[in-house]
């Protein structure tokens, strides 16, 4: 006669393990909403300059406490903007013209200073504080895009919209940052007409 040997350990490590898995879930989905900090498009001015779209935009960029904790202790972010002229269509919308910017945020601890290197300024520059560091970032002058061709019609707008790039954060830290509501910083796309 044959008999099946059960260990006692095998279910408790199993229950023990799916208890883990659904607490970081509950922890995830739990996550305070005060915790979540926004990226928003606050102003944007357009002009139209020899067949260009100048674009001048203001965002309020804050950063939840964990994503600060990160940039004081070294990990370096990269905050994207992206703007596009899109023309409205029946079943879906044209992109005219599309640009991005990027800036680089980090820590410098022997200064303790903010760096923010700008594809949209020249060179680097400092700040004291991490707020003066995200309003210099936030402040987007010059932003050059195509118009469309013959001319613009009131099914034109300027889509704007900000973000962190995960994508560039360490390897390590991308995982936890995907999966984290903390990390997702994203003002979504907000739309402006580009007719007075």
Same mark, same amino acid.
């Given at each position: 006669?044959?008999?099946?040997?059960?260990?006692?350990?095998?279910?408790?490590?199993?229950?023990?393990?799916?208890?883990?898995?659904?607490?970081?879930?509950?922890?995830?989905?739990?996550?305070?909403?005060?915790?979540?900090?926004?990226?928003? %498009?606050?102003?944007? !001015?357009?002009?139209? $300059?020899?067949?260009? +779209?100048?674009?001048?935009? /203001?965002? *309020?960029?804050?950063? =939840?406490?964990?994503?600060?904790?990160?940039?004081?202790?070294?990990?370096?972010? %990269?905050?994207?903007? !992206?703007?596009?002229? $899109?023309?409205?269509? +029946?079943?879906?919308?044209? /992109?005219? *013209?599309?640009?991005? =910017?990027?800036?680089?945020?980090r820590y410098h601890a022997l200064s303790d200073h903010y760096i923010v290197d700008s594809s949209s300024s020249e060179g680097i520059e400092m700040f004291r504080s991490v707020d003066d560091a995200l309003r210099r970032i936030g402040r987007l002058r010059g932003i050059s895009l195509a118009l469309p061709k013959p001319g613009v019609t009131n099914d034109d707008q300027l889509a704007v919209r900000s973000r962190l790039d995960i994508d560039a954060l360490p390897g390590p830290l991308r995982p936890m940052a995907f999966l984290s509501s903390n990390w997702r910083l994203n003002s979504d796309w907000t739309h402006w007409n580009i007719l007075p």
């Open positions: 006669m044959m008999y099946a040997l059960y260990t006692i350990d095998a279910p408790v490590d199993l229950r023990r393990h799916i208890l883990v898995m659904c607490m970081g879930v509950m922890l995830m989905i739990a996550s305070p909403l005060s915790a979540l900090a926004e990226f928003s %498009v606050r102003k944007v !001015e357009v002009q139209n $300059v020899d067949d260009r +779209l100048m674009v001048s935009a /203001d965002l *309020d960029l804050g950063l =939840t406490k964990e994503v600060e904790d990160a940039v004081n202790n070294g990990v370096p972010l %990269v905050l994207l903007t !992206e703007f596009k002229v $899109v023309r409205s269509g +029946l079943l879906w919308d044209t /992109d005219i *013209d599309q640009v991005k =910017t990027s800036s680089r945020l």
